[in-house]
C-alpha cells in the first residue's frame, strides 16, 4: 500500500509522460547496465574455458573450477592453498580499509567546516579549488603523482634540500604512492556525503552544548558524529568499494610487489584470455565487499535508506 502511494506521488509531482520516462530510464539503466551484466559474468563464472567450437556442446557445462582455482591454484589435488592470490586478495582487502579510514581521518574537518560555514564565499572558493583538479583524466592525475613520488621528484627533492633525507625516499616500492594516489582519487567522494549531513546539522546543537560546558570532543562525539554517520557510511562505501576494485592506480603507482586483485582480473581476461577464470575472480572480489559493507553498516546501526536520505 505505500510502495503505491509513493509511485501515486511521483506520477503526479512529475506528470504521466515525464514520470513514465524516468522511470524507463531509470529501469533501463538498472536492468541492461547494472542486473544482467552481472548475471552474465556469474553464468561465465561456472564454465569451463573452451574453444568457440565446444560453447554450446556437451562439453559446456557448469562447474566450481574457477572458483577451485582461487582456493588451490592448479593444485588438483586440494592438498595446498594458492597462497599468491589468496594473499593478494587479501593485501586489497586491508588496503581499501586503511584508505578509507585515511580518507575518513582527513575529510571529517574539513567537511565540518565547510557544513558549518554556511555558504560563506571562503567554503566555495574551496569546494572549487578541490574540484578543479578532478576535472583532469584519472590516469593523468596518476602518472602526475608518480612524479611527484619519483625518486628525482619534487617531493623527494624538497625534502632533500630542506635535509630532511640525504637520499631519495622509494614512495613507490613502499606502496605509499599507492596508497596516496587512492586516496586522493576518491577523497571527494567522501567529503561531499559528510559535507551534506553535517550542513543540516542546526548550530543551536552545538551551542547549547557549549554553554553547557561540553568540550569540542564530548561535542563531536555525542552530537556531530551520530548526526553525520549516514554521510560517513555512504562516502565510507563508496571509497572502499572503488578502492578495492581500483586498477589505474595500482597499476601506476603500485611497487613491484603490491600486486592489485584487480590487476590478476585484468591478466586473466586480456593477457590469458580465460574470462570464465577472470569472472569468478571478479564475482569474489564483487560479493566480498558487499558482504563487507553491510557488515559494517549492521555494525554502525545504518541503513539503506539513512544513506539514501
Known amino acids: 500500500m505505500k510502495k503505491k502511494m509513493i509511485f501515486s506521488e511521483f506520477f503526479r509531482n512529475n506528470g504521466v509522460i515525464m514520470g513514465s520516462a524516468l522511470m524507463g530510464l531509470v529501469g533501463f539503466w538498472l536492468i541492461f547496465l547494472v542486473i544482467l551484466p552481472q548475471l552474465s559474468m556469474l553464468d561465465y563464472s561456472f564454465r569451463f574455458n573452451l574453444p568457440p567450437a565446444d560453447v554450446g556442446t556437451a562439453k559446456d557445462v557448469y562447474t566450481l573450477s574457477n572458483y577451485e582455482h582461487l582456493l588451490y591454484g592448479s593444485d588438483k589435488t586440494h592438498a595446498t592453498f594458492n597462497t599468491v592470490d589468496l594473499m593478494v586478495f587479501v593485501r586489497t582487502i586491508i588496503a581499501a580499509i586503511m584508505v578509507t579510514l585515511f580518507n575518513i581521518v582527513l575529510c571529517y574537518p574539513l567537511a565540518y567546516f565547510l557544513g558549518q560555514s554556511k555558504g560563506s564565499g571562503l ?3 574551496l569546494v572549487v579549488l578541490l574540484i578543479i583538479p578532478y576535472w583532469i583524466n584519472e590516469i593523468l592525475r596518476a602518472f602526475a603523482l608518480r612524479i611527484i613520488f619519483g625518486d628525482s621528484g619534487l617531493l623527494n627533492e624538497t625534502l632533500m634540500l630542506l635535509h630532511l633525507t640525504k637520499e631519495p625516499i622509494d614512495f613507490i616500492r613502499q606502496d605509499i604512492a599507492l596508497y596516496a594516489g587512492l586516496g586522493y582519487a576518491y577523497i571527494l567522494l567522501m567529503l561531499f556525503p559528510m559535507y551534506n549531513v553535517i550542513e543540516s546539522l542546526d548550530r543551536n546543537q552545538i551551542e547549547a552544548a557549549r554553554d553547557m560546558g561540553a568540550s569540542w570532543t564530548r561535542i563531536h562525539r555525542r552530537i556531530v558524529i551520530p548526526h ?77 535508506g539513512d544513506i539514501g536520505k
Open 123 to 125: 567554503a566555495r572558493l
Open 228 to 304: 553525520a554517520k549516514p554521510g560517513i557510511v555512504s562516502g565510507a562505501t563508496m571509497v572502499f568499494m572503488l578502492s578495492a576494485g581500483a586498477l589505474a592506480a595500482p597499476q601506476i603507482l603500485g611497487g613491484p610487489s603490491s600486486l592489485w586483485f584487480t590487476q590478476l582480473v585484468y591478466q586473466w581476461f586480456n593477457d590469458s584470455l580465460n574470462w570464465q577464470q577472470g569472472a569468478a575472480y571478479a564475482i569474489v572480489l564483487l560479493i566480498s565487499t558487499i558482504l563487507i559493507v553491510l557488515t559494517v553498516m549492521r555494525i554502525f546501526k545504518v541503513n539503506m
